[in-house]
């Protein structure tokens, strides 16, 4: 009986050396992790300085000391043991995480433990996932029955917001600032694709040309029938709603005539009191970056210059030239019309020099 006892007292404690029993975590709870898979682990992690990172970075501690400092006396840290096993799976996947447990010397039953609860862990995750998204979707119907206002980040499709800027550009908008054309609008798209400001207030603070561009975005929305409104997808069905939009143009510009400026002579007709490019010179005016013929811009900036209507006779005119282009995110870019820096040469008794001139800048 004595012999009996003896040999059984020994298989236990063999037991609890090899740790082929469930141990406990630093907190008391029970751990499915033994002993001998955090003495694994310590081996694995001590020699692989990529799994003793993962190890730190799941336990949220510092790599080096502290973390060596807990590996070593792993068995009575098995919490700490359980997050880097979740970690290993959670950053590798079931195949490599296998392999990954495979390389530590884990058996095939510590291994199937270990996947059976990481298993159950991904279960939960995604109950909770799909507890939050149905949450989630409830709060949305709540605010579109409320007739709410949603950011671009909530919304599933945003809204389809597209204008003709060359058509707008037609129109004579004389810009009141001297300012180029960077703009933004912060807008609202309702539910019927109906588009307004955000804050009808922002417009006394526009420009005559900012102005006539908004205007004309809002009222092609009325005239075309309206844009598409964003929607938010729930439970399989796409529900149109009002949701916030930013609108952006801007204007580049740059020269022309990278070596200075052209020289052209103008005319004032007798009869119809308009000027006129001298027609040796204006055969050779066209745009040495876009091909273009520059005879009706610049025909037009001298008509809507001022100064230049109360001269006569002759003039002549240097002109640096520059190229325009719009861009924005609701049209395509265009080209607009160029614009001129021109001083006119302004003979005295003092002598000759050329002074600056201004004209209306319109699109």
């Not at 298989?11 to 002993?35: C, E, N, P, R």
């Not at 060596?68 to 919490?79: A, E, G, N």
């Not at 933004?184 to 922002?202: E, M, Q, R």
């Amino acid at each position: 009986m004595r012999t009996k006892l003896l040999l059984l007292t020994a298989a236990f404690l063999l037991s609890l050396s090899v740790g082929t029993i469930t141990a406990q975590t630093t907190d008391g709870k029970q751990s499915y992790v033994t002993a001998s898979m955090a003495r694994k682990i310590n081996y694995g992690c001590r020699y692989n300085e990529r799994l003793e990172y993962l190890f730190a970075n799941a336990n949220n501690i510092n790599f080096s000391h502290e973390a060596d400092k807990i590996l070593r006396t792993l068995d009575k840290h098995l919490d700490y043991a359980e997050k880097f096993l979740m970690a290993i799976y959670q950053q590798y996947g079931l195949r490599m995480g296998y392999h990954a447990l495979k390389e530590m010397d884990f058996t095939i039953e510590e291994t199937e433990k270990v996947e059976a609860v990481w298993k159950k862990e991904e279960e939960k995750k995604i109950a909770l996932a799909e507890q939050r998204q149905k949450e989630k979707e409830r709060k949305n119907l709540e605010r579109i029955k409320a007739n709410s206002i949603f950011v671009s980040e909530q919304l599933s499709t945003q809204p389809q917001v597209m204008i003709d800027a060359y058509n707008m550009a037609t129109f004579q908008v004389y810009n009141d600032r001297e300012e180029q054309m960077n703009y933004t609008f912060n807008c609202i798209v309702s539910k019927d694709g109906k588009l307004t400001l955000a804050h009808p207030s922002d417009t006394l603070n526009y420009s005559t040309v900012q102005k006539f561009i908004y205007h004309y975005i809002a009222d092609n929305n009325m005239d075309f029938g309206g844009f598409k409104a964003g929607t938010i997808r729930i439970d399989g069905k796409s529900y149109p709603v009002n949701s916030y939009m930013i609108i952006q143009f801007k204007e580049k510009t740059w020269p022309v005539n990278r070596h200075g400026y052209i020289s052209v002579t103008i005319k004032k007709n007798k009869k119809t009191g308009s000027w006129e490019i001298q027609p040796d010179e204006s055969d050779n005016l066209y745009c040495k970056d876009c091909g273009q013929p520059l005879n009706t811009d610049l025909d037009n900036a001298i008509y809507d210059c001022p100064e230049l209507q109360s001269m006569k006779g002759k003039v002549r005119l240097r002109v640096e030239i520059y190229e325009r282009r719009l861009s924005s995110n609701i049209s395509e870019e265009i080209q607009l019309p160029h614009f001129f820096k021109m001083s006119y040469l302004k003979k005295s008794l003092l002598g000759e020099e050329y002074l600056p001139l201004k004209y209306k800048v319109s699109f």
